[in-house]
């Protein structure tokens, strides 16, 4: 099993449309959670933090399920702009140090107008 | 704040010549620096994490005497490929953290783009 799973898309949304990620990760020891995005040919940007609370940001929710290891990002009313692949990230804290952060392979998103 | 850059942004090299890529961060001590490589509609895979004044720890699969970083402070990491081939053409990119706040926030440069030919 890879350590950090996504559906690769390409999910391709006529703008206003609500769209789903979701994101499953292997190591039951992960501490942290992220969503980044990565513009083609771009290096990727922190989009969010997921909590185990669940939080929002905007057009933006992340949900995080710890029992079933499983991370979700919903982006509402897309906008152009949000064409991107998304990224879900796990960083793993072993005993005190800093894990490291392990990446999805990402999920496409292309909003058309 | 924390803002992380690269140098060069592109560099096209021949095949058995070195590279160096430089990676600072420009408005905070990066008492952490991680090194990744994406390929092509790949994920980044992590190559390799140094600290300030210490040996990389490298991933699995990573040749160490290829891929020479060097921390010497806490706003500038580099990463020498060395005698590159074209199978080392790839987007590397530095990403550096600061343990200051406990937060596990890495900020990621730009990214260099090495084509060896």
């Known amino acids: 099993r890879k350590e950090v799973e996504q559906d690769p898309g390409p999910f391709n949304v006529p703008e206003g449309a609500t769209v789903a990620f979701n994101c499953t990760y292997s190591?039951?020891?992960?501490?942290?959670f992220f969503w980044y995005r990565q513009d083609c040919r771009k290096e990727p940007k922190l989009l969010m933090s997921v909590y185990s609370s669940g939080n929002e940001d905007g057009r933006f929710t992340a949900q995080l399920n710890r029992a079933s290891q499983y991370i979700s990002l919903l982006i509402r009313d897309s906008k152009l702009s949000d064409s991107a692949t998304y990224l879900c990230?796990?960083?793993?804290?072993?005993?005190?140090?800093?894990?490291?952060?392990?990446f999805g392979k990402g999920t496409k998103l292309s909003v058309k107008p | 704040g924390a803002v992380v850059s690269q140098h060069p942004s592109r560099v096209i090299c021949k095949s058995g010549t070195s590279v160096k890529i430089e990676c600072r961060s420009l408005d905070f001590q990066a008492t952490t620096m991680f090194w990744y490589r994406q390929f092509p509609k790949q994920s980044l895979m992590l190559m390799a994490t140094s600290n300030e004044g210490s040996k990389a720890t490298y991933e699995q699969g990573v040749e160490k005497d290829k891929f020479l970083i060097n921390h010497a402070s806490l706003t500038l990491s580099t990463l020498t490929v060395t005698s590159a081939h074209p199978e080392d053409s790839s987007f590397y990119i530095c990403?550096?953290?600061?343990?200051?706040?406990?937060?596990?926030?890495?900020?990621f440069g730009p990214g260099t783009r090495l084509t060896v030919t």
């Open positions: 990230v796990v960083n793993g804290y072993y005993g005190g140090s800093q894990g490291n952060l392990i």
């Open positions: 990403s550096a953290s600061s343990d200051r706040d406990n937060s596990y926030e890495q900020y």
């Open positions: 190591n039951s020891a992960s501490q942290s």
